[in-house]
């Protein structure tokens, strides 16, 4: 594809960067790489992430390949469970993590600064149309989480809103996760477990989901 200007220089650094994967990385993995293709891929954790530049999980976690089985989407939703015949990226993301890969682990991780929850929060005051062909409209799969952090704190200043509604997203999902019944079946019978972590992009700070409190508690 022929472009120019800073796409130019985008593609440079995007092949700048492979030649430096292959010069380093490779090497220092190849072994690994041959036994995760001899072997296949069986990794104990997936990570249901937003599409965010800023929050890459195989950064924030230090992973190595075959380490986490990544699904992102735009602020990190779970939609409703639905047994119907459409069609369902995120799902199928959890079907295979879950089924195929048998992961002992489904971690949901919102971000701060997340741009689909922006857009989730500024659903509520539209009227008509959504701005955007396909934003508004799935991010809105979270309004429940919006018409709860707007019940409850109304009052509250936009940015703390916009925290609050990352955490709220993030319960929301664990909830849907567990209407999941190939989920549901393996959280009751102690063969998987889920979690809710919030990652800050500001400060690198990583925020768990205490089951017992509803709290977000820092990771030490
Ligand atoms: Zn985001």
Redesign the pocket.
């Known amino acids: 594809m022929g472009q120019k200007g800073d796409c130019d220089m985008t593609d440079k650094k995007l092949i700048f960067g492979y030649q430096t994967f292959r010069a380093q990385h490779w090497p220092r993995f190849r072994e690994l790489y041959e036994r995760l293709t001899r072997d296949g891929q069986k990794p104990k954790a997936m990570i249901l992430?937003?599409?965010?530049s800023r929050?890459d999980p195989a950064t924030i976690f230090s992973a190595a390949p075959g380490d986490l089985f990544v699904c992102r989407n735009?602020?990190?939703i779970v939609p409703p469970y639905a047994s119907d015949r459409g069609l369902h990226s995120t799902e199928a993301g959890l079907e295979f993590a879950v089924n195929g890969l048998k992961v002992e682990h489904i971690v949901l991780m919102?971000?701060g600064?997340?741009?689909?929850?922006e857009a989730l929060l500024q659903t509520d005051a539209l009227e008509g149309e959504p701005p955007t062909e396909f934003i508004h409209r799935w991010v809105a799969l979270a309004a429940p989480a919006l018409r709860l952090v707007l019940e409850k704190y109304k009052d509250r200043p936009r940015r703390e809103l916009q925290l609050l509604l990352?955490e709220e997203n993030i319960r929301l999902g664990l909830s849907r996760l567990m209407t999941y019944p190939f989920i549901r079946q393996r959280i009751e019978s102690g063969e998987m477990a889920l979690h809710g972590w919030h990652f800050s992009v500001a400060d690198g700070i990583l925020m768990r989901l205490n089951p017992e409190t509803d709290c977000f508690e820092p990771v030490r």
């Open positions: 992430a937003c599409a965010d929050v735009v602020a990190n919102g971000h600064q997340c741009g689909g929850i990352e």
